[in-house]
Structures are given as structure tokens and as C-alpha cells.
């Protein structure tokens, strides 16, 4: 038998040591970590929900590299080239001395947006490189410093809220041109500098809230140092920061660590910031993945493997099809989350031919049937071979992928849920018949491209029994 002191003091040295237990399910008491235990629902929020998609664009010096550097073309991402090239700092800000991107307008980029069925735009007010969109006062690195000298984040907010679009900025914190930014804090001078690196941030992250007042999102980047993963309260203190300058305004998981070190989820498993961000080029598994369904997330694709930025070859990668876009767009609705389609203009402000056919090919397909998209979620019934279910109340959506080799398409319901009618968008009634019990055949229907049907279901949802199984 133990020793009863032995066993005293290895109780008391593990209270010490072990997670704080608090309110029953949390193990870790946390000043800095998710500030609610619920989904964010008030209309802000649901109105980032209800978009379900959006393009994202990556504009910066690299635009005008296009992935080559003194003669070599480097096949990594294109917005990452000074760091392939190992240029230094002063050599790749001094590209600043070209910037002047005579094919830029706003209006233009803000109708072609609109006109692919994009309900919101996010854009690089600055990427990792540190080059500002804006004429910041923190830096000289900014456009107010080129031969363009424009405000063209002014230029581009005003224009896509024109054509009644919503903008969200996307901002790294991780920034090359600064010389006090660090990824890790070894000793004082590190911490210092990093301390104004801090104070710099703020400032910068102040003057987008107050000149762009109409800004609806903040999506970051760049937060995946040990620096920024070590000032836990600090990502917090932005967070609070830019939620009382833009009321309403909405945050990415991206931006938060806990005083642990935890990124996107604390150390108790709750989301940090108001929806996920970590599907980056990937997409949650429809069968295993029902977890994802319970809460707010927006993933983001690139339409070649993986550039952002403009890339002069896209021949280096496989480049998706628009269908392919459009397929990932719905899977992502269909499990509840956002999308944000990537496109990246050139230097001189013009959008490449591939992505101009993408933007014209997804507003053609969403123009007839967005209705399956905007303001629909995660339907609750069972992953189909065919494609994908999405829903909005009583109405459930059928997006057919795969013609199968039968003329039926099989849809298994959820317990008790019954299929009323089934029609397409335009309200031609389509056949269909119940075949088992909770089990339907709906008709195919003669289409070369993704078609919807809408089922019309009795108001018996299952949905709150998958949750239930969920949680
Ligand atoms: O490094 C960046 C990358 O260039 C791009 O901006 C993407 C967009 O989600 N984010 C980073 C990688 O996670």
C-alpha cells in the first residue's frame, strides 16, 4: 500500500500540475480562450452565413512577379515568391518604384464579382510580403508611395459595396517588411521588438476599421509563429478591438490563440473567433465529418493547385474546371460552411482569361439556381453518390453531380422524414416514388451540367435528431 503522505502530496503537486476542472465539461480554465459556448447568432452573423459565397482576392507586389524571379520561374505559390527567390526585403519592396496597375477598375472587378453570383469579396489588404492596398500611415511600404498612389482598397471597397456587395479584409500579421516581427521570442530584444511589432499591428488593424467603416469581416493570416501563438491575451485584445470600432463585424478562427498556445479551438475544444478557417484547400469528409455541421465555418479554394497570388504558368499545376469549382462551393453548403473562391489579378490589375470564363460560367449556373445556395445549410440526410443535399426550412435541395447509370436517384430520408413534392428550380414537377420505408427514387433529368430538384418535405425535421446524435 502506498504511503497516505506520499499519495497527499501527489494529489496535491498533480492539482498543481493538472488542467484547472471547471463547470463540469471544461478542463482548462481559460482567460483567452472562446468567449462563448453557443454559435454567434445575431444578423451580422447571419448574414456572413446566409451569403455561403464568396470570392477571395490576392493582390499585391507578387501580382507583378507572377511566380518568376530574374529569368527562373519558381512553381510554388506565386504570393510566397520572396521568400522561393530568398529575395531580400529591400530588393522586393523596391519593386513598389513599378507599382502601377493601369488595367485596375474597381467598378469592373466589383461587376464581374457580382455578375459570378459572389454575395461578398475578401480581399489582401495586405499579405505576408507587407505591402498596404491602403495609404497607410504606419509604413512607408504602401500604395500611397507608388507612381499609382491611390487609394485602391478605398477604390474597391466603395465599389463592390456600390453593386451591393460585402467586403471582408483579409490581413497577416506575419509581415516581412517589418524588422520587428519575429517568429519566436528567444530573448528581451525579441520580446521588445516584438512588443512594438505589437503596437504596430494595432494601429494598422485601427485605421482599416475607421477608414472603411462598412468592412463586415476580418479574416487573418499569418498568425502561425510561436510569437503570435505566445500572445494568446493579445489576439484576443484585436478580436475585442475591432468588434467595438465596426459593430457587428465578424472575425476568423485564424486569428486566436489561447494562453496555451491552442490556434482555432482553445484547449477546451471550443471554437475561438466567430467561425472556423481551417479548411484551406480542403474540405470536411461528408460521412465523418458531421461535426462540422454544429457550427460556423468558411473554407477557401485555389482554381490551380495552390497559387493565390498571379501566376504567370498555370500550366505547372492542375487547374479545376468551373464545374469542379462549383462542386466544392456545394459540398461546402451542404455541410453548413462558406466558400471563398480564389482568383489573382495580374500586376497591372486585369483578371486572367481562365478566371474571367470561371466567374462567367458560376454566375451563369448560379443565376438559375442560387437558390440552392444562398441562406442553405446542412440538409441532415445521408450522403448521396449522386451529389449533394442542401436545405433551407421544409425544402430540401438535390444537386446532381453524377448522372447514375439508372434514371433514379436514390434519397434515403432521415427517420420520419417524408418527401411531399419534387420539382425543378423553375417548378416543372419531377417523378418520384417512395420505395422502402424512409427511402425515395427521385427521376433524373436530362441536363449537361449540375442540375437542382427541390423536394418539398414535411415539417417533421430530422434535423434536430442529427444534432442530437451529434452532440
Ligand atoms: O500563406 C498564405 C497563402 O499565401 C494564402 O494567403 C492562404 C489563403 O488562405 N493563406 C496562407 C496559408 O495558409
Redo the contacts with the bound molecule.
Keep these: 500500500m502506498k504511503h497516505p503522505l506520499r499519495l497527499t502530496a501527489c494529489l496535491l503537486l498533480a492539482a498543481c500540475f493538472l488542467p484547472f476542472v471547471s463547470h463540469g465539461e471544461e478542463k482548462y480554465e481559460l482567460k483567452y480562450g472562446a468567449q462563448r459556448t453557443e454559435k454567434r447568432d445575431d444578423e451580422a452573423m447571419r448574414r456572413f452565413r446566409d451569403h455561403r459565397v464568396g470570392a477571395f482576392i490576392?493582390w499585391g507586389l507578387y501580382s507583378m512577379a507572377g511566380g518568376e524571379w530574374k529569368g527562373k520561374i519558381y512553381p510554388g505559390?506565386a504570393?510566397?515568391l520572396k521568400a522561393w527567390a530568398k529575395v531580400p526585403s529591400d530588393e522586393w519592396l523596391a519593386q513598389m518604384d513599378r507599382w502601377n496597375p493601369t488595367g485596375f477598375d474597381a467598378r469592373e472587378w466589383a461587376r464581374m464579382m457580382k455578375a459570378a453570383g459572389f454575395r461578398y469579396v475578401k480581399i489582401t489588404t495586405k499579405?505576408?510580403e507587407g505591402f498596404c492596398l491602403w495609404p497607410s500611415a504606419t509604413t512607408p511600404y504602401t500604395v500611397a508611395n507608388t507612381p499609382c498612389g491611390r487609394d485602391l482598397l478605398g477604390e474597391l471597397v466603395k465599389a463592390f459595396n456600390d453593386e451591393g456587395l460585402d467586403v471582408h479584409f483579409y490581413f497577416s500579421v506575419m509581415d516581412w517588411s517589418n524588422p520587428d516581427y519575429r517568429t519566436q521570442l528567444n530573448c528581451r530584444e525579441d520580446s521588445t521588438a516584438f512588443e512594438r511589432f505589437k503596437r504596430f499591428t494595432e494601429a494598422q488593424l485601427r485605421e482599416l476599421a475607421t477608414r472603411y467603416p462598412s468592412v463586415k469581416d476580418f479574416w487573418f493570416?499569418?498568425t502561425w509563429d510561436a510569437s503570435v501563438k505566445g500572445n494568446g491575451a493579445w489576439t484576443l485584445q484585436l478580436e475585442n478591438m475591432l468588434k467595438d470600432l465596426v459593430p457587428g463585424v465578424t472575425v476568423n478562427s485564424r486569428l486566436r490563440a489561447d494562453e496555451r498556445g491552442s490556434r482555432h479551438f482553445d484547449s477546451n475544444g471550443r471554437l475561438m473567433g466567430d467561425y472556423e478557417s481551417g479548411y484551406?484547400r480542403r474540405l470536411p469528409d461528408p460521412v465523418r465529418d458531421l461535426q462540422v455541421t454544429l457550427r460556423d465555418w468558411e473554407a477557401?479554394m485555389t482554381v490551380p493547385e495552390n497559387q493565390?497570388g498571379y501566376h504567370k504558368d498555370w500550366s505547372l499545376s492542375y487547374v479545376k474546371p468551373p464545374v469542379e469549382v462549383l462542386r466544392r462551393v456545394v459540398h461546402a453548403v451542404s455541410m453548413g460552411g462558406n466558400m471563398a473562391v480564389n482568383f489573382g489579378p495580374d500586376g497591372t490589375g486585369r483578371f486572367r482569361q481562365e478566371e474571367k470564363e470561371l466567374a462567367d460560367w458560376l454566375g451563369n449556373w448560379m443565376r438559375h439556381n442560387g437558390e440552392a445556395i444562398y441562406g442553405c445549410g446542412y440538409a441532415g440526410f445521408e450522403k448521396a453518390d449522386w451529389g449533394y443535399y442542401t436545405r433551407k426550412g421544409d425544402t430540401v435541395y438535390m444537386i446532381v453531380f453524377n448522372q447514375p447509370f439508372g434514371a433514379r436517384l436514390r434519397v434515403k430520408t432521415p427517420a420520419g422524414t417524408a418527401v411531399r413534392g419534387a420539382s425543378l428550380i423553375d417548378g416543372t414537377p419531377v417523378g418520384f416514388m417512395e420505395t422502402a420505408r424512409d427511402e425515395y427514387n427521385v427521376n433524373t433529368v436530362e441536363s449537361s451540367e449540375p442540375y437542382v430538384i427541390r423536394l418539398t418535405v414535411d415539417a417533421g425535421s430530422a434535423e434536430g435528431k442529427y444534432r442530437d446524435a451529434l452532440t
Design positions: 490576392h505559390a504570393e510566397w499579405h505576408h493570416d499569418g484551406e477557401c493565390w
